[in-house]
């Protein structure tokens, strides 16, 4: 069974880090780009950061740009989100994300997702 | 960054009922687009990628249409477990985007 399974999130203080994970199960990780997808309460899906096969290449979305770090370990199946400098608008439910080569870059693979409170 | 404009933000309707969302990207985006439907407390399920394609396992009462700007979601007979809220999101270039979301609600 294809699984995506985050940790990581909590409460943390504005200006604080966090470092969240994702266990890969079920395919072979490092064929795969991998996302973090996030959502703030009540509100919609916002794409985070991509990383594709072997880590050469990495993309942000603007507002995490120098503040946030998306890697990945294919020998322990694992993707990661180094979170600094964190602001409450970065309160949000983080996804790891498979986008699919069959589907177009479609998700096809979603974690249950993991809360981060950025709060004081 | 592209975009992505669904509206509307919210339909009611009732079973059986023929519902259309719409998406439109702020530049062509070929068909580079999919379809998601979420649940509260759920992670996002995938309906449709390459704007017409009907992924795996999802019912045929969902299509996909559209390419360059403009697409479109249809629920042709809407059951009790479709009332959700829709994305769509644009695959042409980083960083993806989505849309603002559509519920659909019970009539």
């Known amino acids: 069974e294809v699984q995506l399974v985050e940790s990581g999130g909590g409460l943390v203080q504005p200006g604080g880090s966090l470092r969240l994970s994702c266990a890969a199960s079920?395919?072979?990780?490092?064929?795969?780009?991998m996302s973090w997808v996030r959502q703030a309460p009540g509100k919609g899906l916002e794409w985070v950061a991509n990383?594709?096969?072997?880590?050469?290449?990495?993309h942000y979305v603007d507002s995490v740009k120098g503040r946030f770090t998306i890697s990945r370990d294919d020998a322990q199946n694992s993707l990661y989100l180094q979170m600094n400098s964190l602001r409450a608008e970065d309160t949000a439910v983080y996804y790891c994300?498979?986008?699919?080569?069959?589907?177009?870059?479609?998700?096809?693979?979603w974690g249950q997702g993991t809360l981060v409170t950025v709060s004081s | 960054d592209i975009q992505m404009t669904q509206f509307p933000s919210s339909v009611s309707a009732s079973v059986g009922d023929r519902v259309t969302i719409t998406c439109r990207a702020g530049?062509?985006?070929?068909?580079?687009l999919a379809w998601y439907q979420q649940k509260p407390g759920k992670a996002p399920n995938l309906l449709i990628y390459?704007?017409?394609s009907l992924q795996s396992g999802v019912p045929s009462r969902f299509s996909g249409s559209g390419s360059g700007t403009d697409f479109t979601l249809t629920i042709s007979s809407l059951q009790p477990e479709d009332f959700a809220i829709y994305y769509c999101?644009?695959?042409?270039?980083?960083?993806?985007?989505f849309g603002g979301g559509t519920k659909v609600e019970i009539k």
């Open positions: 079920g395919f072979t990780f490092s064929n795969y780009w």
């Open positions: 990383i594709n096969q072997g880590a050469s290449e990495k």
């Open positions: 530049q062509g985006i070929s068909s580079r």
């Open positions: 390459a704007a017409s």
């Open positions: 994300a498979r986008p699919g080569v069959s589907t177009s870059w479609g998700v096809d693979c």
């Open positions: 999101q644009q695959a042409n270039s980083f960083p993806f985007t």
